[in-house]
């Protein structure tokens, strides 16, 4: 694929992954961004004060890792900074999701983290989700609450405001704030019934086991 249909490639994945994020109710009104890193190192994301489902491709727009805009006719999102923390703290990570997905965003307004490992799914594919601390959405210091917390986690909650998730690409970064979602809202339900028990420490030792021979598994296959 030669570099200029990789990068008509990504826009287009921008759009449907938005869109997707938008029908899930996660980016309501122009909230939410989303940004891909390619290969030459700039960063492909979404422009400020648009609807994710109303994107078309050529809104997008592609900064440095400083946040310099190097091309498109739309102003960048002004939350740039938080994808740019995760880009530079993890050289692994490939795209950035951030989004206001209402039960994960409940938690993050009531002080919560989504720390409990109260579901097995969510210890073997998303690890405990911590809670930054609050900080102004588009400044420095948002990107200061997180940076502690980038290289440990997959997924941050940030108080009184959202998410933020990054993978090895969309689809990945996608799926977990999905998961952060679904968690939020497991969670949610086992405390309203007044009983959750959380999985004891053996049983979350024997359910990482279990994803590293996953892990070892699927690699192995690749080879
Ligand atoms: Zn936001």
Redesign the pocket.
């Given at each position: 694929m030669t570099e200029m249909l990789a990068l008509q490639e990504y826009r287009r994945e921008l759009v449907r992954f938005g869109r997707w994020l938008y029908r899930k109710g996660f980016m309501p009104g122009t909230?939410?961004?989303l940004s891909v890193r390619l290969e030459d190192g700039t960063i492909l994301a979404t422009p400020t004060g648009c609807s994710k489902y109303l994107m078309r491709a050529a809104d997008m727009v592609i900064v440095d890792l400083d946040g310099r805009q190097i091309s498109g006719t739309r102003k960048v999102t002004s939350?740039i900074g938080m994808h740019l923390a995760v880009y530079r703290a993890r050289h692994d990570i490939r795209a950035v999701v951030?989004a206001?997905p209402p039960i994960a965003t409940g938690f993050a307004c009531a002080g919560r983290a989504l720390d409990e490992p109260l579901c097995a799914e969510a210890v073997m594919t998303l690890g405990p989700v911590p809670l930054a601390p609050y900080a102004t959405?588009g400044t420095d210091a948002l990107a200061q609450s997180l940076a502690a917390l980038i290289p440990h986690h997959s997924a941050i909650l940030?108080a009184n405001?959202?998410a933020v998730a990054y993978g090895e690409n969309l689809l990945d970064a996608f799926l977990k704030m999905e998961t952060v979602e679904h968690f939020a809202n497991i969670c949610l339900v086992a405390h309203q019934l007044g009983s959750a028990r959380p999985l004891q420490q053996l049983a979350i030792d024997d359910l990482l086991q279990a994803k590293e021979r996953y892990v070892q598994n699927a690699l192995a296959k690749m080879h």
């Open positions: 909230s939410g961004n939350e951030h206001h959405t940030m405001h959202g």
